[in-house]
C-alpha cells in the first residue's frame, strides 16, 4: 500500500521566497497559544477585515445561498452569510489548534456521538468510506477524529511546497495517513482491506468523472462519482459524520451518523450522486453557518447552459 510520502523540510524553504508562509505558520502556532474565549473574538475580526479585502468571495457566498435556498427570508440569509464570514475568519485559528494542541487540550473541547457505529464495522472488518463536507472546522475535526480512531484521508498537495510541508505534519498528527486524490488504486487497497478512508465529495470538481444530480435548489449539481467507484469497487460502508461547534466556550460535537450499509445503490453512478448530495445536504445542515460557501460549487454546468455566476 502507497501512502503518500511525507514531505521534508529543505533549506531553500528558508529563502525569501517563503518567509511569508514561515510567519503565517509561525503566526498561527502562537495563536493556538492563546485562550480560546480570546481566540474566538480574534477569529470574528479576522473574518469581518479579511471579507473586504475579498469581495469576489462574498459575492461567490451569497450566490451560493441564493441558489441552494431561494425561499430563505432575506433577514434570516443575511444572518447566516454573517455568521459564516465569522467563521470563516475563525478556521484560521481552528487550523493551529488542530496543527498544536496537545491530545489532552484538543479532548477538553471535544464530545462524540455514534461511535457504536465505527465499532460495529472494524469488527466485521469491513472497510468504511468516512464521508465528511468541508466545513470550515475540518482541519479541527480530522484532529478529534484521531483521538478515537485513525485512518486515510484523501490528500490534495499544497502548490507551495514550503507550507505542504507543515500541512501535511498537521493533517497526520492524530495519526491518519495520507493518500493522493489521485491514487485510486491505494484508496481500494485500503478499503478492501478494512480500513477507514476520510472522503469529501461535497466540492466541485470538474467534469473528469460526474454525474449532475440535485444539491438543495439546484438541480443539476456537478458531483463527483467517485463515491460510486470505490463503493462498487471495494463494498465499503458510507458513513456520515459531522464536526460542529455548539456555543462560544469552544466545544465541538463529532457525530458519527447511521452508517448506509448495502443501500448505496450499486453501478449506477448517477443514482449514487443523487444518494450522495442527500447525505452532503444532511451534513452541511447540521451546522450551515458552518460550511464553507465561499466555494464555487456550482461551477460546472451541463453543456449549452449558462454559467450561474
Not at 498537521?170 to 484508496?187: L, W, Y
Amino acid at each position: 500500500m502507497n501512502k503518500y510520502p511525507a514531505p521534508e523540510f529543505s533549506a531553500r524553504f528558508l529563502l525569501p521566497k517563503y518567509w511569508g508562509t514561515l510567519l503565517l505558520v509561525a503566526f498561527a502556532y502562537l495563536l493556538s497559544l492563546l485562550p480560546w474565549k480570546l481566540q474566538f473574538a480574534m477569529g470574528k475580526a479576522l473574518g469581518r477585515a479579511a471579507i473586504r479585502l475579498m469581495p469576489k468571495r462574498r459575492k461567490t457566498m451569497i450566490r451560493n445561498l441564493e441558489l441552494c435556498f431561494p425561499n430563505m427570508p432575506a433577514a434570516e440569509r443575511e444572518a447566516l452569510i454573517k455568521a459564516n464570514i465569522d467563521n470563516t475568519g475563525l478556521a484560521l485559528f481552528e487550523t493551529g489548534m488542530a496543527w498544536y494542541w496537545s491530545e489532552a487540550r484538543v479532548a477538553k473541547h471535544v464530545s462524540f456521538e455514534g461511535l457504536e457505529h465505527l465499532d460495529k464495522l472494524r469488527a466485521e472488518g469491513r472497510g468504511v468510506l468516512l464521508v465528511s463536507v468541508h466545513s470550515l472546522n475540518l482541519e479541527f475535526g480530522g484532529r478529534a477524529c484521531g483521538l478515537k480512531l485513525s485512518g486515510m484521508g484523501v490528500y490534495r498537495p499544497n502548490n507551495n511546497p514550503c507550507f505542504d510541508y507543515f500541512q501535511f505534519k498537521g493533517r497526520t498528527k492524530g495519526g491518519h495517513e495520507m493518500i493522493h486524490r489521485k491514487d485510486v488504486k491505494t484508496m481500494l487497497e485500503s478499503l478492501r482491506k478494512g480500513r477507514v478512508l476520510w472522503y469529501a465529495p461535497d466540492h466541485d470538481y470538474g467534469p473528469r468523472r460526474h454525474a449532475f444530480a440535485p444539491l438543495f435548489a439546484v438541480e443539476q449539481a456537478c458531483t463527483t462519482t467517485g463515491t460510486s467507484l470505490l463503493v462498487d469497487e471495494t463494498d465499503c460502508a458510507i458513513v456520515p459524520f459531522t464536526v460542529v461547534r455548539n456555543d462560544d466556550n469552544g466545544h465541538y460535537t463529532l457525530t458519527i451518523r447511521e452508517p448506509l450499509v448495502d443501500s448505496f445503490p450499486k453501478h449506477d453512478p448517477e443514482a449514487g450522486a443523487r444518494v450522495i448530495n442527500k447525505v452532503v445536504e444532511e451534513s452541511i445542515m447540521a451546522a450551515p453557518d458552518q460550511y464553507m460557501w465561499l466555494h464555487r460549487r456550482f461551477k460546472t454546468r451541463p453543456e449549452g447552459q449558462p454559467s450561474l455566476y
